[in-house]
């Protein structure tokens, strides 16, 4: 994503907590009272118990619901430090390594030094529209498939120097979907692939 070509190799390549409802059940103290008869005297009768409740038990949250929305999380931060590293031009100072393995990590860096080799950078950020459309967890290794429309548009490429906005080459897609893949290792969900498929969407 460096000069045009370069962010022309970039598209053609890629580009929250568990709900938890607590039910709490409650007893109603209740008083009565009684009147005694003619020329008798009034008397209450005693208050009722109210009866040893106890919370109804917490509701688990669905694990499948759960992990979706952990997928999710990773996703956008790994693509929270991808655009910080953009920006500069390099990976330094950011956590693209918390969230992405080496595969995909690969191709990051490829295009980060594209972009520092012609003196370019990128400014703003891509929109998303990510699901998980796929997912393992009863694998060894848990796994998980995120199905992204990815709008690269407003991230434009810019020269570094004078900050003029590179165009892009015509018939190029800007908007596509990308299948990401990602796995839960001990340390939590990692991004592990990244496949832009040319598709408008």
């Known amino acids: 994503m460096a000069s045009a070509p370069a962010r022309d190799h970039y598209t053609g390549r890629f580009k929250n907590s568990a709900l938890m409802l607590f039910v709490v059940g409650c007893a109603a103290l209740t008083v009565t009272s009684c009147s005694g008869g003619s020329g008798g005297t009034n008397a209450a009768s005693t208050p009722t118990k109210s009866a040893n409740t106890k919370p109804a038990p917490t ?16 996703y956008n931060n790994y693509w929270a430090e991808q655009v910080k590293a953009y920006a500069q031009g390099s990976e330094k100072g950011t956590n693209l390594q918390k969230y992405a393995t080496l595969d995909a990590l690969g191709r990051s860096r490829t295009d980060l030094l594209n972009l520092s080799g012609a003196g370019n950078a990128m400014k703003g950020a891509p929109k998303h529209d990510a699901k998980v459309t796929a997912l393992g967890l009863d694998k060894k290794t848990p796994d998980a498939t995120i199905t992204d429309c990815l709008d690269i548009g407003p991230w434009q490429t810019i020269d570094r120097k004078t900050g003029k906005v590179l165009a892009l080459s015509h018939g190029n897609l800007t908007r596509y979907i990308t299948v990401v893949s990602a796995e839960k290792w001990p340390n939590g969900w990692m991004i592990t692939k990244v496949e832009p498929k040319g598709r408008k969407c």
């Open 59 to 74: 509701k688990s949250a669905d694990p499948e619901s759960t992990a979706k929305q952990e997928v999710l999380a990773v």
